[in-house]
Nanobody, 112 residues
Framework: VQLVESGGGLVQPGQSLRLSCAGS????????MNWVRQAPGQDIEWIAG????????NYARVVRDRFAISRDNAKSEMYLQMDNLKLEDSAVYYC??????RGQGTQVIVSS
């Protein structure tokens, strides 16, 4: 089982990024998926989740109306569209299986 996140980078407040998560070694469509993040010195924070077929999506209050989670089961990929980024969104972002397994993460830095 492998999860590989990509798409992070350095952006200014108000800009956008789109993160991707590629899954392999398991049947991607059999699992709900989540995005979590961890800022330096802080605990891991759940920010969004999506059901197996993508019909149900949930968001943490701090990112609701700014972030959008989606998935493409044909490609075994999940995405996180992040708009209107704020300084406090700076963190390493991970995709995570219900088992808790996650990838190596992709870093997002929001700085003016």
């Amino acid at each position: 089982v492998q999860l590989v996140e990509s798409g992070g980078g350095l952006v200014q407040p108000g800009q956008s990024l789109r993160l991707s998560c590629a899954g392999s070694g398991f049947v991607f469509e059999d699992y709900a998926m989540n995005w979590v993040r961890q800022a330096p010195g802080q605990d891991i924070e759940w920010i969004a989740g999506i059901s197996k077929l993508g019909g149900t999506k949930n968001y943490a209050r701090v990112v609701r109306d700014r972030f959008a989670i989606s998935r493409d089961n044909a490609k075994s990929e999940m995405y996180l569209q992040m708009d209107n980024l704020k300084l406090e969104d700076s963190a390493v972002y991970y995709c995570r299986l219900p088992s808790g397994q996650r990838g190596q993460g992709t870093q997002v830095i929001v700085s003016s």
